[in-house]
């Protein structure tokens, strides 16, 4: 059975500051993660996609992340973020061909 | 530009009421989802469907069911609306060709039962 987990709920933050929010996956087979984002009063949106090749990926507004398969985690970083990156984050496990698991979320709260 | 749209972006309902929700995207997705989202369970599936009138039970289908009599349109029903169904809901839709099967979302209702 396939599984997410957000280790933190809620991460608040200073502005400017870096920010890592944390995923961990279990899986039984081929991986490919997703995070989507939840601006207030919004459906979600998708940050960015592990599909395969590099463990790094680059998503939208400066967001990274990194798929670690020994440590089945695939982190959210931002080096610097702003007021705007207030939101929810979900981090998702495609599988079934057509399903998404997700995790928990994590509320981002960015203080000026 | 992909669109997933919700009949409601907010709904206040007594207990006992029949409610609809309803969902239209614009994408000719096949797939498409209802989701309920509550704070620190992140979204649980409750039914989905892969075709016109084709429908499958997700994680959570108790008290709920569903209608896709067109491709586009997919609703979602409570029977019989009951206060621990106040939630927020979220349709989504997809298309089956992979391999990333990402799924588009539409801005959710808030339902209220009182």
């Known amino acids: 059975a396939q599984s997410v987990t957000q280790l933190d709920s809620q991460v608040p933050v200073f502005e400017e500051a870096p920010v890592e929010l944390r995923c961990n996956y279990s899986s039984s087979v081929s991986v490919y993660l997703f995070w989507y984002v939840q601006y207030p009063n919004q459906g979600l949106q998708l940050l960015l996609k592990?599909?395969?090749?590099?463990?790094l990926v680059k998503g939208i507004n400066g967001f990274e992340a990194e798929f670690n398969k020994s440590q089945t985690s695939f982190h959210l970083r931002k080096p610097s973020v702003h007021i705007s990156d207030t939101a929810e984050y979900f981090c998702?496990?495609?599988?079934?061909?057509?399903?998404?698991?997700f995790g928990g979320g994590t509320r981002l709260m960015v203080k000026p | 530009d992909v669109k997933v749209t919700q009949s409601s972006r907010y709904l206040v309902k007594r207990t006992g009421e029949k409610v609809f929700l309803e969902c239209v995207q614009d994408?000719?997705?096949?797939?498409m989802f209802w989701y309920r989202q509550d704070p620190g369970l992140g979204l649980r599936l409750i039914y989905f469907?892969?075709?016109?009138?084709?429908?499958e039970k997700g994680d959570i289908p108790e008290g709920y069911s569903v209608s896709r009599e067109k491709k586009e349109r997919f609703s979602l029903i409570l029977e019989s609306a009951s206060t621990n169904q106040t939630s927020m809901y979220l349709c989504?839709?997809?298309?089956?060709?992979?391999?990333?099967?990402?799924?588009?979302f539409g801005p959710g209702t808030r339902l209220t039962v009182t």
């Open positions: 994408m000719d997705h096949e797939n």
């Open positions: 469907s892969y075709d016109v009138k084709m429908k």
């Open positions: 592990y599909l395969s090749g590099s463990t």
């Open positions: 998702a496990l495609p599988h079934a061909g057509n399903m998404l698991t």
């Open positions: 989504a839709s997809s298309s089956p060709q992979g391999p990333t099967y990402e799924q588009y």
